[in-house]
């Protein structure tokens, strides 16, 4: 198994920035892909960004150009440095990871617990 958990998330004003962080643990060989999802009460889960162990990444269209992933392979963490942010990005923000072979086109298969993110305007 792996467990993920996410730093606190926080308040910021609209324009404003914010860094999330997470650390994995436990299986971590068995995993390649890590990445980001957000939810906003009673709305679907959205993919914000994913990367893999070879430094390759992916964006949600909502945040291409404002939002930058990056990770340390060997310290198990990842991070979400989020910029510009508007108002309509806050959400619970969970930290996902994806098994070798499973790729973001896919569900995760694991989560963390979530940490709200609120931008006011």
């Known amino acids: 198994q792996v467990q993920l958990m996410e730093s606190r998330g926080g308040l910021v004003e609209a324009g404003g920035s914010l860094r999330l962080s997470c650390g994995a643990s436990?299986?971590?060989?068995?995993?390649?892909?890590m990445g980001w999802y957000r939810q906003v009460a009673s709305k679907t889960r959205e993919m914000v960004a994913a990367i893999t162990a070879g430094g390759y990444t992916h964006y949600g269209d909502s945040v291409k150009g404002r939002f930058t992933i990056s990770r340390d392979n060997g310290k198990n963490m990842v991070w979400l440095q989020m910029a510009s942010l508007k108002p309509e990005d806050s959400a619970g923000y969970y930290c996902?990871?994806?098994?070798?072979?499973?790729?973001?086109?896919?569900?995760?298969?694991?989560w963390g617990l979530g940490t709200q993110v609120t931008v006011s305007s």
């Open positions: 996902v990871a994806w098994r070798l072979g499973s790729t973001w086109l896919s569900p995760p298969d694991y």
């Open positions: 436990g299986s971590t060989s068995a995993i390649n892909t």
